[in-house]
């Protein structure tokens, strides 16, 4: 069964640090991890998505990186700002539900930013 | 480009009641997912519909049921509503190419939830 966790569960910062979340996966066996956002009350925006090949993404300020050996992805925010305030929560598919769809998701960080 | 939309937003049943929600996906996507969130548990995955059949389920009651419409809409069913239930409901559609397996377009793309709360 494949568990997701994420560290650590809440973050708060100043405006303009750099910051990393770390997510850790049990099971290696990953055909690619996700990163999303949550905003209070609303659904879920995808950032970031890593493929099993790739060892990282970059868009804009953020860039994800993949080490399937190790079981870890990292987040990392740069020049953070009050609106990145957010829950961020990676997501792997469930490697053998024949599914890249059904998705495992970790617990999330919950980042405030101040500003 | 319209997003994924989720009616109604927000709910309150009491016990015992049933409760259906409805997603419509983004045009062109054929695959539709529902998800649970609560506090609790936090995300959990209950079923993947592509092309009007259930493709997968999570490990839920019988009670949480679903279907798919020709046209890609989703709805989702829970009858005999327990306090439990109480949560946000997650939709999200995918365009899942045929034959591309795990690679490809399956970023998935989240409507804004529907709120349940069970009293």
């Known amino acids: 069964k494949q568990e997701v966790t994420q560290i650590p569960a809440a973050l708060s910062v100043p405006e303009g640090e750099n910051l990393v979340l770390n997510c850790s996966f049990t099971d290696s066996a990953i055909y690619n991890l996700q990163w999303f956002r949550q905003d209070p009350g609303k659904g879920l925006t995808s950032l970031l998505l890593?493929?099993?090949?790739?060892r990282e993404q970059t868009s804009g300020r953020l860039n994800a990186s993949l080490d399937k050996s190790s079981g870890r992805s990292t987040l990392y925010i740069a020049a953070s700002q009050p609106g990145d305030s957010a829950t961020y929560l990676c997501?792997?598919?469930?490697?053998?539900?024949?599914?890249?769809?059904?998705?495992?998701f970790g617990s999330g960080t919950q980042l405030t930013v101040l500003p | 480009k319209a997003g994924v939309t989720q009616t109604p937003r927000y709910l309150i049943k009491t016990r015992g009641q049933q409760v259906t929600l409805s997603c419509s996906p983004i045009?062109?996507?054929?695959?539709v997912s529902w998800y649970q969130q609560t506090p609790g548990q936090g995300l959990q995955f209950l079923f993947e519909?592509?092309?009007?059949?259930?493709?997968n389920k999570g490990n839920f009651p019988g009670r949480f049921s679903g279907r798919q419409f020709s046209n890609s809409r989703s709805e989702m069913n829970v009858s005999t509503l327990e306090l439990g239930d109480s949560a946000l409901y997650l939709c999200a559609s995918s365009q899942k190419v045929p034959g591309q397996g795990f690679s490809g377009a399956n970023v998935l793309t989240f409507g804004a939830g529907s709120r349940l709360t069970v009293l």
């Open positions: 519909y592509f092309s009007e059949t259930q493709r």
């Open positions: 045009s062109g996507h054929r695959s």
């Open positions: 997501a792997v598919p469930l490697a053998h539900s024949g599914s890249a769809r059904q998705l495992t």
């Open positions: 890593i493929q099993s090949s790739q």
